[in-house]
């Protein structure tokens, strides 16, 4: 199994910047695919970037261009770079991964931005 702990949330003004970060319990050599998704008040869970260990990264359209996810092997550590923000972006973030076909989340990391 593996825990996932999340960071780097807070309130931030429309045109920012912040970087989530998601540390795990083992080495995320071993974890294929790595994810960020988020929930805003009253909607579903979506997925905003994903991180395949041989593909690299993929996003949602909505992000494409101001969010960079990537991975810090040494540190086992997950992120997410999240330039230009927008009211939009406000949600609770959440790193999540698969291992032996079970899914792990981590307990997310507020965004908020707001003038």
């Known amino acids: 199994q593996v825990q996932l702990v999340e960071s780097g949330g807070g309130l931030v003004q429309p045109g920012g910047s912040l970087r989530l970060s998601c540390e795990a319990s083992?080495?995320?050599?071993?974890?294929?695919?790595m994810g960020w998704y988020r929930q805003a008040a009253e909607k579903e869970r979506e997925l905003v970037a994903a991180h395949t260990r041989y593909r690299g990264p993929n996003y949602a359209s909505s992000v494409k261009g101001r969010f960079a996810i990537s991975r810090d092997y040494a540190k086992n550590t997950l992120f997410l770079q999240m330039n230009s923000l927008k009211p939009e972006d406000t949600a609770v973030y959440y790193c999540?991964?698969?291992?032996?076909?079970?899914?792990?989340w981590g307990q997310g990391t507020q965004v908020t931005v707001s003038s």
């Open positions: 999540q991964t698969v291992l032996n076909d079970v899914d792990y």
């Open positions: 083992r080495s995320i050599s071993s974890l294929n695919t």
